[in-house]
């Protein structure tokens, strides 16, 4: 099926909602095409191929609302599926604030060609793509003797999908992401099975990881592991790896939502225009990056999106706010989801960074733990090395981090100058001062 | 065949759209439909009928599976309904509910995975994907079986109704009833959601040894949070029930309690602060502290990990492990538990499997892959989250046996550490060993005495040296009530977990500095 096929089938079952009883309808039609291929200790492990269909069809009925799957796109069956629809959401609630978008927030879409397509996609063969995670495996077994498994695997998908609604909006999209990575498993002596990983999505088959860069990260990663132990708890100074760091920036970001705020879930409910941050922290949502894997010129109810700034120099300029929770809070809609997550970069690197602490701890991988959204508090495990006078001298694991993301975030010091290329979230290695370790 | 029985079942086909007291969506194309005397059970040809395919078709599609050569193929029919109501501003004002539809098709050749599923179940599409899925293997073909025979499987999950039967309106009350109880009961609660889900899974599995396997499983969960107020300090706390239950689950009993320990969760935490952290004993409270066995030794303990040698447990099958009071069990075979399955998603049996047995480690816990890697028989741990996935070694019901201690000694012996009520997520890295799982509530326990609640704890070890550390297991083993789901390789699949009140002598707590 193509985007203009599905967007009349799209249309036709809009119609059908309406003619079923609902007064508005939305309805999303989406494709994925994907491949993957893992390559594991010399020979193809995994190949996989799937092509998958959905269709969500979401109705108002007076003031109710209801939204519903399905993956068969057969119009026989879809109109008693619709029928159905709207039938069931009569013996829902009423409540005044479901509805679709109003019109003004389709209006002027921004109209850049976002590059998100690579046209190569077509061209590439099962073999390349075999070709492509053999290579990575490959050249990170030559390595070490020390290694007990690698696995290098690729991917891709073509994603399309069409957006229509009774009130107006139609929209089509179609992208291209392309994935590789490596896992790499090493001895250890002192009797654990370190491992590493690289991994990488871009847009644009030309520009995924290079296997040498995964091969040399992943394998002198976890060589680096062996050995690892806890110390002392303690105040150590802690950078986080830019790769890292979405755990951190997430905590922050997902109680900025207006379904939190108004759900009196967040802890930075009413702190609109107060400092959450030290100044060096700077998030700005940008939807209109080009090759971005986050950019998109519609939000998923058909809201043209807008360049945001969140969080401006640590103060909280805006919420992720829908058109729902919108309404409920009596606050102008903004898009309730992410697309790319850009922030105001350092001048230094990530070894810049660990140079500069005296004693302290680079983290490179959380592993657990948890956020209280409602109150701020955190708690998280990690792994990283023991730096002292700006130098790595061990590895550590088994230890935590504890204590309130408003402290957390106050006690950043540098942010990096190294975006994390590889996400739509592109978040940079940060240093914070004097952060409570627990360990032995 | 379990489950439903056959009128059911078939009523839950097209003839369930009309026979339903209020709509339900499902898809069935209305062809395939048929009617069978009620109270008879479903058989394997009404899952052929209602998949619209037979023996030859399956056997067709099997021969293009094993064109290029493969050892093995299977075939993964599945037809689920899912949906979920929420309750919020005590009103229902919002549900969604998703049908899925499709088969999976594998093949395999020694370790070799081809993997490819269709939405579109037609001999045609089938067999496009079977030929893709195919392409892992080298050159010469293989024979699918001579014939097909069914393999029956015992019902660990009788429901009364299945839940394709159940209307929208049975449901909002309990909703309402959850809501009202939550904001009546304490005066500081400003918020409150609750949220009911259920789902039903028929499939169909057959594969390339001749064996035919077919199963309902059903799921259900409710779940209350609230969020109250007090002195400008807000808290959010909840409670779920989940299981493979029917509507007969959520008694009138079980509705209070929803109501009343989401709220009693809640307002506790007023009192609480988190603790210093540090190493010190730890007490895990019965029932969902079992997450300590899923995350310290269940991932760890399955094959293919193993198999590939990349788990700290590679090398210590009939090595003592824990004290000998310490026998650690994966079952699939608990009544109406969540992680319960009559049959694996590759046609193999459910059972208990123990991991340790009085503290030697046994067996570890296979997919067919994995236990003819080690030539042993499969432990039916063969799980996927759907057609989409090929299968891998899962957990079920993973717990702890009861053991000497009680749970007053227990508390008792401890001169400074914490008590681990409830939880809410968990993380193991595989090759060192670590893993943490996160505390939501507890309390501090000095000289041998629960004192002041403490909560939002990340607590992280060291799989084996934690399982060395149990030094005491208590006699009041209980299965968690909630709904653990547990992720691996990009596939989720509903679990439980149980514990009877344990000590670990030491174990690292996030927390405050000293």
């Known amino acids: 099926m193509t985007n203009k096929e599905r967007t009349d089938l799209a249309r036709w079952a809009v119609k059908e909602a309406l003619s079923a009883g609902a007064q508005d309808a939305a309805v999303d039609i989406a494709n994925w095409r994907t491949i993957e291929v893992e390559y594991r200790d010399g020979s193809l492990d995994n190949l996989k191929e799937s092509v998958q269909n959905s269709l969500d069809v979401a109705v108002y009925v007076d003031n109710r609302y209801s939204s519903h799957t399905t993956n068969d796109l057969r119009r026989d069956g879809l109109k008693k599926f619709v029928a159905e629809a709207v039938a069931l959401t009569k013996y829902l609630g ?148 830019n790769r890292a760091a979405s755990k951190l920036i997430g905590s922050l970001t997902g109680p900025m939502s207006a379904r939190s705020i108004q759900q009196k879930s967040s802890f930075l409910e009413g702190k609109t225009g107060q400092k959450i941050a030290s100044e060096k922290l700077t998030i700005i949502d940008d939807p209109f990056i080009e090759f971005g894997l986050g950019s998109r010129l519609y939000d998923g109810e058909g809201m ?137 | 065949m379990a489950g439903m029985t056959r009128r059911d079942f078939v009523k839950a086909g097209a003839k369930g759209m009309a026979l339903a007291a209020v709509p339900l969506i499902f898809k069935v194309d209305p062809l395939r439909a048929f009617t069978t005397p009620p109270g008879e059970k479903a058989q394997l040809t009404d899952y052929y009928t209602h998949f619209g395919v037979d023996e030859s078709k399956i056997k067709e599609v099997m021969a293009a599976a094993l064109s290029r050569g493969g050892d093995y193929c299977d075939l993964y029919f599945q037809h689920s309904l899912g949906s979920v109501i929420v309750l919020e501003d005590n009103i229902v004002s919002r549900a969604s509910t998703s049908v899925d539809f499709g088969v ?36 010469s073909g293989n024979q699918p079986p001579l014939a097909l025979s069914y393999h029956e499987t015992p019902n660990y999950y009788p429901i009364e109704t299945p839940w394709e039967e159940v209307g929208i309106d049975q449901k909002i009350p309990l909703l309402q009833k959850i809501n009202d109880q939550v904001v009546a009961m304490d005066s500081r609660v400003v918020k409150s959601q609750v949220y009911f889900l259920d789902g039903s899974k028929h499939i169909l599995v057959a594969n390339s040894e001749g064996r035919a396997v077919c199963d309902y499983q059903p799921s259900a969960r409710i779940i209350a949070r609230c969020t109250a107020e007090q002195n400008g300090r807000k808290e959010r706390g909840g409670f779920d029930l989940a299981g493979r239950r029917g509507i007969e689950f959520f008694t009138p009993r079980n509705i209070d309690r929803l109501a009343s320990e989401t709220v009693r969760r809640t307002v506790s935490l007023f009192e609480a602060a988190m603790p210093e952290g540090g190493e010190m004993e730890v007490v895990l409270a019965a029932g969902s502290s079992g997450i300590l066995l899923h995350e310290a030794i269940g991932h ?190 990009g596939q989720s699949v509903p679990v439980s977990l149980g514990l009877p009140t344990i000590k670990v002598s030491s174990i690292t707590v996030g927390g405050v500095a000293k």
């Not at chain 1, 040399?216 to 002392?232: D, E, F, H, T």
């Not at chain 1, 909280?316 to 970069?345: D, E, F, H």
Request: aromatic share 8%; glycine share 12%; proline share 4%.
């Open chain 2, 104 to 139: 999976g098709i594998r093949v395999v050749e020694g370790q070799q995975t081809g993997y490819s599923f269709t939405e579109e179940i037609t001999p045609e599409a089938m067999k496009k994907a079977a030929r893709t899925a195919a392409n892992i293997a080298g050159e």
């Open chain 2, 300 to 489: 760890g303990m399955e094959a293919d990990f193993n198999r590939k040698g990349t788990s700290i447990f590679a090398d210590k099958i009939g090595k003592k492990v824990a004290e000998p009071f310490v026998s650690i069990v994966d079952s699939g075979t608990d009544e109406n538990i969540r992680g319960s399955i009559n049959v694996d998603d590759e046609c193999n049996d459910s059972q208990v499997t123990h991991l340790v047995q009085d503290g030697v480690l046994t067996t570890y816990l296979h997919d067919r892959m994995s236990a003819q890697h080690y030539g042993v028989a499969p432990t039916g741990n063969g799980r996927r989250q759907s057609f989409r996935y090929p299968p891998l070694p899962r957990m079920r019901n993973t717990y702890m046996l009861p053991g000497p201690h009680t749970k007053d000694e227990t508390i008792a012996s401890v001169k400074k550490g914490i008590y681990c009520e409830s939880f809410s997520n968990g993380q193991v890295d595989i090759g060192a060993g670590d893993f943490t799982f996160y505390v939501k509530s507890g309390n501090l326990i000095e000289d041998g005495k629960l004192t002041r609640p403490v909560k939002d704890v990340n607590l992280i070890g060291n799989g084996p040296d934690c399982l060395t550390k149990v030094v005491m297991v208590a006699d009041d083993f209980e299965l968690a009530e909630g709904g653990w789901t547990c992720g691996k390789g």
């Open chain 1, 304 to 440: 043209s999106t807008r360049k945001r700034v969140m969080v401006d120099k640590g103060v909280l300029q805006a919420y992720y706010i829908n058109c729902y929770y919108g309404r409920k809070l009596n606050m102008t809609p903004n898009s309730g989801g992410k697309t790319n997550t850009v922030y105001t970069y350092g001048t230094h690197s990530l070894d810049e960074l660990v140079g500069m602490m005296k004693k302290g701890i680079l983290v490179t991988g959380f592993i657990g733990g948890n956020s209280n959204a409602t109150t701020g508090d955190y708690s998280f495990g990690i792994v990283g090395m023991y730096v002292e006078d700006g130098k790595i001298i061990k590895p550590v694991n088994e230890m935590n981090i504890s204590g309130n993301l408003g402290e957390l975030f106050g006690r950043l010091t540098e942010v990096g100058n190294d975006p994390y290329a590889w996400s739509s979230n592109r978040r940079p290695s940060l240093y914070f001062k004097d952060i409570d370790f627990a360990g032995l």
């Open chain 1, 94 to 241: 009423e409540d005044p604030h479901r509805g679709l978008p109003d019109p003004i927030y389709y209006e002027d879409r921004e109209t850049k060609d976002l590059r998100i397509v690579d046209d190569a996609y077509d061209s590439i063969t099962s073999d390349q793509r075999v070709k492509t995670a053999l290579e990575i495996e490959a050249r990170a077994r030559k390595l070490s003797d020390e290694i007990i498994s690698c696995t290098g695997w690729y991917e891709d998908t073509l994603a399309e999908s069409v957006r229509v609604t009774s009130n107006g909006f139609e929209g089509t999209r179609r992208s291209t992401s392309f994935g590789s990575g490596l896992q790499v498993t090493v001895k250890d002596e002192s009797g654990g099975r370190p491992r590493d990983w690289r991994w990488g999505q871009v847009r644009l088959h030309q520009d995924l990881l290079r296997a040498d860069d995964m091969a040399k990260g992943a394998v002198a990663g976890a060589l680096a592991k062996r050995g690892q132990a806890k110390i002392s708890s303690g105040s150590y100074d802690m950078v986080v790896e």
